[in-house]
């Protein structure tokens, strides 16, 4: 039971993202991913220190190769960031939430194209199925909804590298954000060189925007935490029907919180993809039932 609450508050603290974003609406995206990144960095390894859990340190940095990969899930990760913080503050939560959506599946292409991976015929019919979503929506939309699959494209991809390194979630964060700290601070005291370079941070900002920025640190770490802690104590299978909470909640408050606008012919594209998300999931309790199934047997 406390598995099932960890991941389920971490997916919910994910979804309820764009409420802190608007918060931020009158600070420029690129400047609030720096400052996320920077926050974060300091966040996260305030916590490592505190947890004693340091050790890995000196292997990792005597891996050039694996910090490399790093470096790349890094740019990755704080492209991602850029977009999404610049979809929730242009009006486009709702095709923002479609990404997240829509990235399940691209890890089932990403594990076929570059891990060699078999997807089972269910997993095929649900791909097929998104595919016919997406090109519903391009039609509808007079274009590619590109948020959408930018989102889906670079956090996919994000995933499979983190997929292939062997640090945990907050040990790769860390690594992650000491990585862009350092060029977050630059391009920080460079913007604000007017206003007195590195004191001049926050300047021109009232104290409630100062205050979400620096928020940003814990916001992104605790998901993480409450994630991996959940992961250890449950299922894969009940995880990746969590998964699911996060975009959900995006997609309502993009509807309800910010009054975006759906047609009806808009949600058919969200019908489909939905519809190929169930078939996943299906296909995901199928197959672990076949498994337990079978080692019962053996």
Not at 65 to 77: N, T, V
Not at 126 to 138: F, K, P, Q
Request: with cysteine; glycine share 10%; aromatic share 12%.
């Amino acid at each position: 039971m406390p598995g099932l609450l960890y991941a389920a508050l971490a997916y919910v603290l994910w979804g309820l993202f764009p409420i802190y974003f608007h918060a931020l609406a009158r600070v420029d995206a690129f400047e609030i991913v720096l400052h996320r990144s920077l926050w974060s960095f300091v966040f996260v390894w305030a916590v490592l220190l505190a947890m004693r859990r340091l050790q890995w340190v000196g292997g990792v940095v005597r891996q050039p190769r694996l910090l490399a990969q790093f470096s790349l899930s890094a740019l990755l990760l704080s492209g991602n960031w850029l977009l999404y913080v610049w979809a929730v503050n242009h009006g486009h939560v709702v095709e923002a939430s479609l990404g997240y959506f829509v990235t399940p599946l691209v890890n089932v292409l990403l594990g076929t194209w570059v891990l060699a991976e078999r997807p089972r015929r269910l997993q095929w019919v649900a791909v097929a199925v998104a595919a016919c979503g997406v090109a519903w929506l391009t039609a509808t939309l007079g274009r590619p909804p590109w948020i959408a699959l930018g989102l889906a494209a670079s956090f996919g991809t994000y995933g499979l590298l983190r997929k292939t390194a062997p640090l945990g979630a907050l040990e790769g964060l860390a690594v992650e954000t000491a990585v862009i700290a350092p060029l977050a601070l630059v391009a920080l005291a460079w913007m604000s060189a007017p206003h007195g370079g590195l004191p001049g941070l926050f300047a021109g900002m009232d104290s409630a925007t100062v205050g979400w920025l620096l928020f940003a640190g814990p916001l992104t770490a605790i998901p993480l935490l409450l994630f991996a802690a959940g992961a250890r104590r449950i299922t894969l299978a009940t995880l990746g029907t969590l998964q699911y909470l996060s975009p959900t909640l995006q997609f309502l408050l993009g509807v309800t919180w910010f009054g975006e606008p759906l047609q009806g012919t808009r949600l058919v594209g969200f019908v489909l993809i939905w519809l190929a998300l169930a078939v996943y999931s299906a296909d995901g309790f199928l197959w672990l039932r076949r498994l337990r199934a079978a080692s019962t047997a053996a």
